[in-house]
């Protein structure tokens, strides 16, 4: 910092010292008991820049200090205005390093799915390939190509997460029609495995974007069927309560392990039964809560080892999920 540019920050304080120095002269001048001296008053003069000058210096000094220092954590601030700035900087500092490491977050959630996503889609292409070499079972292609339909459905929707709020549109969505699309799209896999289908869909409509909401039930069938013995039952039903409607989507498959109940929405979590009995990205349920909280929905499950499980997607009735965006743009 030049000294030029020191004096004219500090023009404040030699204004203030210039003004209280004519007062005292003025005061004097027009006191009518008193003689005026000449050399009093350039004595005084003398005093009065000697100590504006000492003044001075110090100020520099201190200004030179406190630059030199900035960086420090003991520096002192020169003023409150300063102290104030200081404080804001390291607010910015605090945000801006929780920013950083939210994108950190996202990028290693981002690069451990895309991981995942091709270690799970060679499985389907070495069948195919497989295939190739071999006498092609119609339904077995079907099964592999729908499986990588499948991965692939998830891998968008995943990348779509982030510009949600860009790509939906609330509308009323009737339950059954939604319903029974994915129940078709799925009913090869439902002949194949001989699994009983009880649909209880009374006229139901819901405020929603029809394809997310889609995607979500789609999700849940796909975990049921692939967690469900052959033989087996999957029912879907409709309520209602005073506070919400419901989709009850129950199946009487092999159940959730008491310990892993708590983090079956999570990213990346597969869980034992995604372990032992079925090849799994984890991100299946994480992507339908996902999706479902920005549409102003939530998902719930009940299950026990052996005994099912019930999933619910609760659709509050006395909520605006349009507001919920705003709040979260402010």
């Known amino acids: 910092m030049s ?17 209280a120095f004519l007062l005292t002269v003025a005061v004097f001048a027009t006191d009518p008991q008193s003689s005026w001296h000449w050399p009093t008053f350039f004595y005084a003069l003398t005093l009065v820049a000697l100590g504006l000058a000492a003044f001075t210096a110090y100020r520099y000094t201190r200004n030179l200090q406190a630059i030199r220092r900035m960086q420090s954590e003991d ?4 003023s409150l205005e300063a102290e104030a700035y200081r404080d804001t900087l390291e607010e910015s500092g605090i945000a801006h390093i929780r920013s950083l490491n939210e994108v950190q977050a996202r990028q290693k959630e981002y690069y451990d799915f895309i991981i995942s996503w091709f270690h799970e889609i060679k499985t389907p292409i070495s069948v195919l390939r497989l295939m190739q070499q071999t006498e ?3 339904q077995s292609l079907n099964e592999e190509l729908s499986r990588i339909e499948h991965y ?12 949600f709020n860009q790509d939906y549109e609330m509308v009323n969505c009737d339950l059954e029609p939604l319903v029974k699309n994915v129940i078709k799209a799925h009913s090869k896999s439902f002949i194949s495995k001989r699994i009983r289908v009880r649909l209880d869909l009374p006229s139901t409509v819901v405020q929603s974007d029809s394809k997310w909401l889609l995607f979500i039930i789609n999700q849940i069938i796909t975990n049921s069927l692939q967690y469900t013995r052959d033989h087996g039952e999957i029912s879907v039903k409709a309520s209602e309560t005073n506070e919400e409607k419901l989709l009850i989507l129950r199946d009487n498959g092999i159940g959730i392990d008491a310990k892993d109940m708590p983090r079956i929405f999570n990213r990346g979590f597969t869980g034992l039964n995604g372990r032992t009995h079925a090849k799994s990205t984890g991100m299946g349920l994480y992507l339908a809560q ?24 609760h659709f509050p009735k006395h909520h605006d999920p349009y507001l919920d965006t705003l709040q979260r743009k402010e």
């Open 3 to 19: 000294f030029w540019r020191f004096l004219k920050y500090e023009r404040p304080y030699y204004l203030l010292y210039g003004i």
């Open 75 to 78: 520096a002192e601030p020169l």
């Open 136 to 138: 092609v079972d119609p």
């Open 152 to 163: 692939v459905d998830q891998a968008l929707y995943y990348a779509k997460l982030d510009s």
């Open 290 to 313: 996902e999706l479902s909280r920005k549409l102003g929905h939530y998902i719930t499950c009940e299950s026990a080892p052996g005994s099912g499980s019930v999933f619910t997607i």
